[in-house]
């Protein structure tokens, strides 16, 4: 069983930057992929980022490459996700996951633990 946090959401300008950041709890967090999906209002949870438990690999989706990176500290049990250039369209719920697989995945279904989510509102 895995629990997950997340905080570091907030309010931020458009073009500024957050870092978010999920706690897990257990001791075999290192042994999974974490991923990172997010959910504007009226639209479905979308993917963003994963990456899988030693940290080498990594997947983005289009939409934040080169602004969004993805981390983990197996030692701290924590993942992270910087958030930089930050448009109005980014506005949602940002919500970590776990699973229980070496490798990362951007598939929704593949993850088996869910964060309760932290907002990210960018304003114009």
């Known amino acids: 069983q895995v629990q997950l946090a997340e905080s570091g959401g907030g309010l931020v300008q458009a073009g500024g930057s957050l870092r978010l950041s999920c706690a897990a709890s257990?001791?075999?967090?290192?042994?999974?992929?974490m991923g990172w999906f997010r959910q504007a209002p009226g639209k479905e949870r979308a993917f963003i980022a994963a990456?899988?438990?030693?940290?080498?690999?990594?997947y983005y989706a289009d939409f934040v490459k080169g602004r969004f990176t993805i981390s983990r500290d197996n030692a701290k049990n924590t993942v992270a996700l910087q958030m930089n250039s930050l448009k109005p369209e980014d506005t949602a719920v940002y919500y970590c996951?776990?699973?229980?697989?070496?490798?990362?995945?951007?598939?929704?279904?593949?993850?088996?633990?869910w964060g309760q989510g932290t907002q990210v509102t960018v304003s114009s």
């Open positions: 990456i899988s438990w030693s940290g080498i690999t990594t």
């Open positions: 257990g001791r075999t967090f290192s042994t999974y992929a």
């Open positions: 996951a776990a699973g229980s697989f070496a490798l990362a995945t951007t598939i929704e279904g593949e993850y088996d633990y």
